[in-house]
C-alpha cells in the first residue's frame, strides 16, 4: 500500500504542476516559429507509446531509444509537417542505441487557438545500422570481400520502407487526431491527445536531420 500511495502522491503532483503550467500561457494562439524544430520526448501516459515500452520491457530482443516530435512550420501561418520518430533497434543484429528509426509523417492544420488537426501520411522505416558482429557475418573482415557481400551491406544501409496511410476515399479525412497544444514555450511543450489518448511532455532538443 506503501508503494501504491507514494506512485498517487507523484501522479498528483506531477498533475498539479502540468494543470499549472498550462495555465500560464492558456488562452493564447500558437506561436509556429516556437513550435517550428525538433522535441525529445521526456513523459507520456498515452497507451499507443506506452505499448512500444511495455513491448521492449517483455521481448529482451527489442530495445526502444529516445522519441521525438519533429516540427516544420515556421514559415506557415496555419499549419505544416510533422514526424513523430522513435529510435529502436534489435540487439545484437542492430546497434544498440540507434539500430534503426521509425518515422510517422504527417500534416498538421491550426483549427483553432491551441488545437491542431494531424492528417497522418506515411509510416517509414530507415536508418538501419546493423551492429559489427552482424557485418562480420555478412561480410568476415579476414576474408576478401565479394561484390555480393558489399551489395548486401550498401543494400542494408540504404534501406527505406514506406507505407503510405493516406485515406484515398473521396470525400472523407486520412487517419489523424486532434491534439490540444496546452503549453508552449522557447525550451518545452506539453500537448494532449484529445479523446482520452494522454499527456506529452517534450523539451526542445538538437536539429534532427531524417
Not at 134 to 145: F, G, M, S
Request: proline residues 5%; contains cysteine.
Amino acid at each position: 500500500m506503501l508503494i501504491n500511495a507514494l506512485s498517487l502522491r507523484r501522479l498528483w503532483i506531477c498533475l498539479k504542476w502540468q494543470v499549472g503550467l498550462e495555465g500560464c500561457n492558456m488562452g493564447e494562439p500558437i506561436d509556429l516559429v516556437k513550435l517550428d524544430g525538433t522535441w525529445r520526448l521526456q513523459y507520456t501516459s498515452a497507451p499507443d507509446v506506452l505499448v512500444l515500452f511495455e513491448a521492449a520491457a517483455r521481448l529482451p530482443f527489442f530495445k526502444v531509444g529516445q522519441i521525438f516530435q519533429k516540427f516544420e512550420c515556421r514559415d506557415k501561418s496555419d499549419g505544416g509537417v510533422i514526424c513523430n520518430v522513435v529510435r529502436w533497434s534489435v540487439p545484437p543484429l542492430l546497434e544498440k542505441e540507434e539500430g534503426a528509426t521509425l518515422v510517422v509523417s504527417a500534416k498538421f492544420d491550426v483549427v483553432s487557438v491551441r488545437n491542431i488537426y494531424l492528417q497522418f501520411e506515411e509510416v517509414t522505416v530507415q536508418n538501419i545500422y546493423i551492429s559489427e558482429e552482424l557485418q562480420a557475418l555478412i561480410a568476415p573482415a579476414i576474408l576478401p570481400r565479394s561484390f555480393l557481400s558489399l551489395q548486401i551491406l550498401q543494400f542494408i544501409r540504404a534501406f527505406k520502407a514506406q507505407i503510405p496511410v493516406t485515406n484515398t476515399t473521396p470525400g472523407r479525412r486520412s487517419v489523424g487526431g486532434l491534439y490540444y497544444l496546452s503549453y508552449l514555450d522557447n525550451n518545452m511543450l506539453l500537448g494532449r491527445a484529445v479523446g482520452g489518448g494522454g499527456v506529452f511532455v517534450f523539451t526542445k532538443a538538437q536539429p534532427l536531420e531524417l
